[in-house]
Nanobody, 124 residues
Framework: VQLVESGGGLVQEGGSLRLSCRAS????????MGWFRQAPGKEREGVSC????????HYADSVKGRFTISRDNAKNTLYLQMNSLNPEDTAMYYC??????????????????WGQGTQVTVSS
């Protein structure tokens, strides 16, 4: 299984980025997918996750109204549209695939496959 993230970079406060995660080696539409992030010195946290068919999404409170998760099962690709970015969003962003689903949270323990991450840096 491979999950390859792309789309990170350096952006000014208030700007936007779109992350992509291309999956291979798994039946993509059989997995919940999630975006997680980890800033230096902090634990990895769930940002957003989505059910296998894309019908249900969960967002962390810190990104609600600014980030949008989506998936294209025909392309085996997961997306994260990030708007109104602020310096607190600076982190390494990881995509992950899992077989569990919790409507109230994206937990790292529910995801079994992980990408290598893409860095997002927001300057003030």
């Amino acid at each position: 299984v491979q999950l390859v993230e792309s789309g990170g970079g350096l952006v000014q406060e208030g700007g936007s980025l779109r992350l992509s995660c291309r999956a291979s080696g798994l039946t993509f539409d059989g997995y919940s997918m999630g975006w997680f992030r980890q800033a230096p010195g902090k634990e990895r946290e769930g940002v957003s996750c989505i059910t296998p068919n894309g019908s249900t999404r969960h967002y962390a409170d810190s990104v609600k109204g600014r980030f949008t998760i989506s998936r294209d099962n025909a392309k085996n690709t997961l997306y994260l549209q990030m708007n109104s970015l602020n310096p607190e969003d600076t982190a390494m962003y990881y995509c992950a695939a899992g077989t569990a689903w919790r409507p109230a949270a994206c937990l790292t323990s529910d995801f079994v496959y992980w990408g290598q991450g893409t860095q997002v840096t927001v300057s003030s």
